[in-house]
């Protein structure tokens, strides 16, 4: 990229157009497209397999296929600046058959010949430039990040390429800005979502490449991250800025994000595997209760990739558990009805919720319906299911002690109360277990919660849930009755 910006700086206005450059002694041809000095390939290979592959798959209209040899065998030659036009389909993101202007001028660099060269798509009437033509095929239009695709493909050359240093996957999610949507409305949520990118750009700088995967969903891969102290120094200080944002209209509310992160060349050199990884470990962050970040360590955070130790991942709407999390639970299950008191049921929660993949899970107890155990301390007012509780009706919507609301915008119009309070706690979803006490009244109640939207409980975490629950139920009635 370096060596690339090194050539940009001899060229006045590239920035709206593809570029490309050849290098004469290895006969290497690279075109590619540049924004915010981030770099996409259109092509990347050997010059002559390029031209052999344009011709072959007719991305050159035929009436113009002399004067695109013409132009190749220029670009070969090494000598003289050029300017060609014809009609190919060679950068249009649609394929479709454009006319194109392509001018070049040799170039001497540390002692290698090269040849540079801007690539525009013209308008046939005018002649003039169409700018942005290839933009929207490679760029998120509202943050001005790469999108899906591109940031996906970079990141798969990078991370996959053995020439290139460590580097660092990152997955950056905003905390509840659902949450943030609802009360503030979607084009304040744009806002964020711009100021977000900008953040993340002005940090990272030349040092990597970022995009927008979807939503507020970031990915950011950054380069010659051999040291960790340098990821951790890139990644607090997005996380810092983030918080800072828009304190006139969020007052002592704070806008906080949560990131996964693994590295090539020591856990993986294969993307969907550091992609896995990186996700794994953003859930982990959630769970420890957001705002943090969380580089993932085989010895600290269990084996992902090992076929008998899977990980959590999404299929659709459908969740793979880690055996070895869910023996752990079983066997955190076991001690806890042995010890036969309260005292290990933080630690069961902190287990469950590691287990099931839930944001978080809380037990209230007793009359005052009291917060004993949480996964996550810090994301509860302990009054604030009250106001709900004191509703009667409320308990009507369980069925056999459990509740179960897969998208809470599906009871927007039916319980707009609850609908509201479930917003205000950032939950896209939750499962809700009552407990009741030696008469059969309830007298508490265990609440999971997820927070990422598109994400639900598939079938076995509600059979597991509810089990667990019971069990919990039968060793806070022991415990009350000893006094």
């Known amino acids: ?16 157009n593809a570029m490309f450059y050849y290098n004469c002694d290895t006969n290497e041809f690279r075109l590619f497209w540049i924004n915010y000095e981030r770099m996409v390939d259109i092509a990347n290979m050997d010059f002559d397999e390029w031209e052999d592959e344009a011709l072959a798959e007719n991305k050159v209209s035929d009436e113009d296929i002399s004067i695109f040899k013409i132009f190749c065998n220029s670009i070969k030659s090494c000598i003289a600046k050029g300017t060609y036009s014809f009609h190919s389909s060679l950068i249009s993101p649609d394929d479709a058959i454009v006319s194109c202007k392509a001018s070049f001028v040799p170039k001497k660099y540390d002692d290698a010949q090269y040849v540079l060269g801007e690539w525009r798509i013209i308008n046939d009437y005018t002649g003039d430039t169409i700018d942005n033509y290839t933009k929207g095929s490679y760029i998120d239009p509202l943050t001005g990040m790469f999108n899906q695709t591109s940031i996906v493909e970079y990141a798969k050359k990078r991370l996959e390429n053995t020439n290139f240093g460590q580097s660092a996957l990152i997955l950056l999610n905003l905390d509840n800005f659902s949450r943030i949507n609802s009360i503030y409305g979607h084009k304040f949520g744009d806002r964020v979502l711009q100021s977000v990118a900008n953040i993340i750009r002005s940090v990272i700088g030349s040092n990597g490449v970022e995009g927008r995967m979807a939503g507020d969903e970031f990915m950011i891969v950054l380069n010659d991250a051999g040291d960790e102290l340098i990821i951790r120094n890139y990644v607090r200080a997005i996380k810092t800025n983030i918080t800072t944002l828009f304190p006139e209209v969020l ?3 704070k806008i906080t994000c949560s990131m996964g992160i693994s590295r090539s060349r020591i856990n993986s050199n294969i993307y969907d595997e550091l992609y896995k990884i990186a996700e794994r470990v953003l859930y982990i962050a959630k769970q420890k209760g957001k705002n ?3 580089i993932y360590k085989p010895e600290m955070h269990g084996q992902i990739l090992s076929d008998s130790f899977d990980t959590d991942y999404n299929i659709g709407n459908e969740k793979i558990y880690s055996d070895i999390d869910l023996y752990k639970t079983a066997n955190l299950l076991a001690q806890v009805v042995a010890d036969g008191t309260q005292k290990l049921l933080p630690s069961l929660l902190e287990q469950v919720t590691r287990a099931l993949m839930f944001d ?3 037990i209230f107890w007793g009359e005052s319906f009291d917060i004993i155990a949480t996964s996550n301390p810090e994301l509860y007012d302990a009054n ?4 709900v509780l004191d509703n009667g009706y409320y308990f009507d919507m369980f069925s056999d002690d459990m509740l179960l609301i897969r998208n809470t915008n599906l009871i927007k119009g039916s319980m707009p109360d609850v609908y509201k309070f479930l917003q205000e706690l950032g939950i896209s979803s939750t499962m809700q277990h009552l407990l009741r006490d030696e008469n059969g009244n309830v007298h508490g109640l265990i609440i999971a919660d997820e927070c990422q939207e598109n994400r639900t409980f598939p079938q076995v975490a509600v059979q597991t849930f509810s089990f667990i629950c019971k069990i919990v139920n039968s060793i806070l009635l022991k415990s009350e009755l000893r006094g």
């Open 1 to 16: 990229m370096n060596e690339l910006s090194k050539f940009a700086k001899d060229f006045i206005s590239l920035s709206e």
């Open 251 to 253: 007052g002592d509310d």
């Open 292 to 294: 943090r970040y969380v």
């Open 360 to 362: 978080r899970v809380t």
């Open 384 to 387: 604030i299911y009250i106001r």
